[in-house]
């Protein structure tokens, strides 16, 4: 199993240009989610889905998008990137959620100049 | 301010020493976890805890959930350079609310 992959691993944007990151997990989980890491700040989450055709709002979805068409694969795309959303991205799915432990990708470190 | 606060933020000790890590809650907590994050890298699941008085144990590191669910901690036992990293806490608040502390930075000197 590859687990939960990510990619890009870097990207830099200029603001205004919009993205994708991409996530995918092999393991069959129903719940991914989407978290941004800052200094300071921890891990926030943006948006996350308990399964395909659901997704719902986290803590912070501004300026973020996300679908889930299957259940193995969750994007996230940014519409209008602006510098605040320089960030280290995580993508993670979960067997169920809150009953299990979460699967983490390697993280997308993104740049908005 | 941080819904769940760690303790220290920072931590640098000698190898072979133990070492604590902390982490506050303001509510109740449905679920605690620790993660463990080396840098540039994503998370590697420690440790999920649930039961208040609950302890659990993987090799040198323990962690306790205390009897009211608002606070645990993390104990490492003779430490090891294999042990520096980020250690952060997460918590399960209920319906798909899950938040993480800022993390505590751990360098152990050999």
């Known amino acids: 199993n590859a687990g939960v992959t990510q990619t890009p691993k870097f990207q830099v944007?200029?603001?205004g240009q919009s993205m994708t990151l991409q996530c995918a997990q092999d393991m069959n989980h129903?719940?991914?989610s989407w978290y941004r890491q800052d200094p300071g700040m921890g891990l926030r989450l943006?948006?996350?889905?308990?399964?395909?055709?659901?997704t719902d709002q986290g803590e912070v979805p501004n300026g973020y998008n996300v679908s889930r068409s299957t259940t193995e694969d969750f994007p996230l795309r940014l519409l209008s990137a602006a510098p605040?959303?320089?960030?280290?991205y995580f993508c993670a799915s979960e067997?169920?959620?809150g009953v299990s432990e979460q699967y983490f990708?390697?993280?997308t470190r993104l740049t908005v100049t | 301010s941080q819904e769940l606060e760690q303790s220290p933020q920072s931590l640098i000790v000698q190898e072979g020493k133990n070492l604590t890590i902390n982490c506050t809650s303001s509510k109740t907590l449905y679920g605690l976890?620790?993660?463990?994050?080396?840098?540039?890298?994503g998370l590697i699941f420690l440790m999920m805890l649930q039961k208040g008085g609950e302890e659990k144990s993987h090799e040198k590191i323990t962690a306790k959930l205390d009897e009211k669910?608002?606070?645990?901690?993390?104990?490492i036992t003779a430490s090891q350079p294999s042990h520096a990293g980020i250690y952060l806490c997460g918590a399960d608040r209920g319906n798909n609310d899950m938040r993480f502390g800022a993390g505590t930075r751990l360098t152990v000197k050999p």
């Open chain 1, 30 to 32: 129903e719940y991914m």
């Open chain 2, 69 to 75: 669910k608002q606070q645990s901690s993390l104990h």
């Open chain 1, 84 to 88: 605040s959303q320089t960030s280290v």
């Open chain 1, 105 to 107: 990708g390697p993280g």
């Open chain 1, 46 to 54: 943006i948006h996350y889905s308990v399964g395909a055709g659901i």
């Open chain 1, 95 to 97: 067997r169920g959620q």
């Open chain 2, 33 to 41: 976890y620790w993660y463990k994050q080396k840098y540039g890298e």
């Open chain 1, 13 to 15: 944007l200029k603001t």
